[in-house]
C-alpha cells in the first residue's frame, strides 16, 4: 500500500522559512515523479512544483518561482519543499502527490498524480 506522509508544516511570520518533507513507502520512489500541491483556505487545490525522477527537471507555479524549491531523496525515498521569503497568501494545507508511471515531467495536472498524504498545514501570519 503506497503511503505519503507530509511534516513540517507550522505556523511562520512573514519573511520566514520552512522546509516540507514528505516520506513515501509501499512503491518504488526512484520510479516516480513527485509534486506538490496547495489548498488555501476556501480555495480549490493548485500546483506548487514537481520534480522528475532523476532531479533533472523541476517546475514551479509562477507564484512561488525564486522562492520555493523541490528537492529529493532518493536514498531516503523522500521529497522536500523547501520554502523562503514566506508570505500570507503561501498560507494553505500542503499536500505531496506521487506521480502516476509515463507523465510528462513537471506535469501540473492533479489528474496526472496517483496517491496523496494527509497534507500538512502551513500558515503564515504576523
Known amino acids: 500500500q503506497v503511503q505519503l506522509v507530509e511534516s513540517g508544516g507550522g505556523l511562520v511570520q512573514p519573511g520566514g522559512s520552512l522546509r516540507l518533507s514528505c516520506a513515501v513507502s509501499?512503491?518504488?520512489?526512484?520510479?516516480?515523479?513527485m509534486g506538490w500541491f496547495r489548498q488555501p483556505p476556501g480555495k480549490e487545490r493548485e500546483f506548487v512544483a514537481a520534480?522528475?525522477?532523476?532531479?533533472?527537471?523541476?517546475a514551479y507555479t509562477d507564484s512561488v518561482k525564486g522562492r520555493f524549491t523541490i528537492s529529493r531523496d532518493n536514498a531516503k525515498n523522500t521529497v522536500y519543499l523547501q520554502m523562503n521569503s514566506l508570505k500570507p497568501d503561501d498560507t494553505a494545507v500542503y499536500y505531496c502527490?506521487?506521480?502516476?508511471?509515463?507523465?510528462?515531467?513537471?506535469?501540473?495536472?492533479?489528474?496526472?498524480?496517483?496517491?496523496w498524504g494527509q497534507g500538512t498545514q502551513v500558515t503564515v501570519s504576523s
Open positions: 502527490a506521487r506521480g502516476k508511471l509515463g507523465i510528462p515531467n513537471g506535469s501540473q495536472r492533479e489528474t496526472d498524480y496517483a496517491a
Open positions: 509501499g512503491v518504488s520512489f526512484r520510479n516516480c515523479a
Open positions: 520534480i522528475s525522477r532523476n532531479s533533472g527537471i523541476t
